[in-house]
């Protein structure tokens, strides 16, 4: 071979090639590693939100079930309260009755 000056030799060529592939290799190297390393990231990040998803919604279930409850309370409050209510009334209206008929037997006595 004839070395025309400016041009590389083929060894020289050999020896560019030669280092371009390792340099290749060790930036494939470098990202496979760095996607890994994202990849993980990633999982963890993931793993906390997820995390973070569930005990929010623990704690809104949570709540809602305190409202629930309380509400529950409420309206068995309510219930009994509207129940002696109505017990009173047809007690009222048992005596006022026993005294409208006392008094129709006693005038047509």
Known sequence: MVYVEGQLSADELNSLIAHAHRRI??????LTEQQTAEQQRV???LSQLREENRSLA?????????QMSAELQMLKRQWV????????????C??????IVIQHQ???S
Do not use: G, M, P, W
Not at 25 to 30: H, S, V
């Open 43 to 45: 999982n963890v990040a």
């Open 58 to 66: 623990e704690e809104r279930l949570k709540h809602e079930k305190e």
């Open 106 to 108: 006693c005038y047509n």
């Open 94 to 99: 048992k005596l006022d009755i026993s005294f």
């Open 81 to 92: 309260l509207i129940t002696s209510v109505v017990t009173s009334a047809v007690r009222c």
């Open 25 to 30: 290799e060790q930036l494939e190297k470098q």
